[in-house]
């Protein structure tokens, strides 16, 4: 197959994406495009850059192409009319998809198929401009609910996923959301890098941990009131002193701001390195994830999960939609009562049945799995045109 990969993200994003692990997977039996998202105006002009640097095709692999697209779009995301908004939109569409179409024929593609990262704008019209002969939609993110998405993006996400051939989800929730326009919505998973959320790779906990007392009640992850429930961090670290709440990542401002910095069993250990993350969770002896419940975090799928469960540690975590898919690895809570009731258990939780159990669920999410649940969405279309 020769793929067509639009995201949201640029080939070189720091902290990596969904996006370029599904076209990595893709380009180990297929020919594979990537599209790093084109600039606009108002992003161009803000970074005074005098001339695009480092765009155009470059060939990372044999089977592996990235393009970053010389066009520069129009900046019309605060246009207030809709039918203005439209017909700028196509025109950014079309801009968008010649680029495209000179590279595809380039490197000699002719029978695409077009997989769109939850890349709404520029993919409204390429169903049309492009003609491939499959387009996904994959949603991985509720976007709608932001500011920057939610004017035109509560009514283009919809319209856009309603025209391509099928969606992809990474949750349950996002599948049932994209139920809502188009009936060929499929929940592929979601894949995770946790091959170093070993704990037999795991030689030494660090030195800032081992000054912690125990029990140790661990998170690690970025530290934002948008996605963490900071009133039930407060509750519970008040509610049991004896317990050492310990917090491994960067802080926000309501986070730095926070009771929690009052709190003498409550324990802020920084930003780390990524490499450094599986010997703190190994020194946990429960983690949390400690959720907000809110648009943006309850059908988005929890990576942290998987590094947990992969460590073997026994997992308490805010019920979510996006969460049953763990429930039987997991105790999943729905108030401070239950979270601390769960934690309780937890704590005694010394199966090393389960344990195995946990490492090998986490395990069998992989990238390789989540695209061979694409594939399968690809051929049934496919099967379903042939007949």
Same mark, same amino acid.
């Given at each position: ?37 084109? @600039? ?49 939109? @196509? ?65 283009? !996400? ?21 139920? *809502? ?90 930003? *780390? ?29 929890? @990576? ?33 009562? !239950? ?17 195995? @159990? ?30």
């Amino acid at each position: 197959m020769e793929i067509v990969v639009i995201a949201a993200q640029p080939w070189d994003f720091e902290i990596g994406s969904n996006a370029r692990n599904i076209a990595l997977e893709f380009a180990k039996e297929n020919k594979v495009l990537y599209v790093d998202p084109p @600039r606009d105006w108002n992003g161009f002009i803000n970074k005074k850059e005098k001339k695009l640097a480092n765009v155009g095709l470059k060939n990372v692999s044999s089977n592996l192409w990235v393009l970053t697209p010389k066009v520069i779009m129009a900046s019309i995301n605060r246009i207030p009319q809709k039918v203005i908004y439209r017909f700028f939109n @196509r025109q950014n569409n079309k801009r968008f998809a010649n680029e495209l179409l000179k590279t595809i024929k380039q490197i000699g593609f002719s029978n695409i198929i077009l997989f769109n990262d939850n890349y709404i704008f520029n993919g409204l019209h390429l169903k049309v401009l492009l003609q491939p002969k499959c387009y996904l939609y994959y949603i991985r993110d509720y976007l709608v609910i932001q500011p920057y998405f939610k004017k035109q993006g509560s009514w283009a !996400e919809p319209e856009l996923m309603s025209k391509v051939d099928a969606v992809v989800a990474n949750s349950t929730y996002l599948r049932d959301y994209a139920l *809502k326009s188009n009936q060929k919505s499929f929940y592929v998973g979601q894949g995770c890098e946790i091959e170093m959320f070993n704990e037999d790779l795991v030689n030494e906990i660090p030195e800032d941990l081992k000054n912690v007392g125990t029990p140790i009640i661990g998170y690690v992850g970025f530290l934002t009131a948008m996605r963490l429930d900071i009133g039930l961090l407060i509750d519970l670290a008040t509610k049991r002193p004896e317990w050492n709440v310990v917090l491994v990542g960067p802080e926000d401002e309501l986070f730095k701001k926070s009771r929690l910095k009052q709190l003498t069993n409550v324990h802020f250990l920084g930003r *780390k390195n990524p490499s450094e993350l599986p010997a703190y969770v190994k020194g946990f002896d429960v983690c949390i994830n400690p959720q907000a419940i809110n648009p943006l975090t309850i059908g988005n799928y929890p @990576r942290k999960i998987d590094e947990y469960l992969a460590m073997g540690k026994p997992t308490v975590a805010t019920a979510t939609k996006a969460m049953e898919i763990f429930k039987d690895y997991t105790y999943l809570a729905t108030n401070i009562d !239950e979270f601390i009731s769960m934690i309780e258990v937890a704590l005694a939780d010394n199966d090393l049945t389960m344990k195995q @159990r946990r490492i090998d669920f986490a395990r069998s999410h992989t990238w390789e799995n989540s695209v061979k649940e694409i594939y399968r969405v690809i051929h049934q279309l496919k099967s379903e045109t042939a007949k």
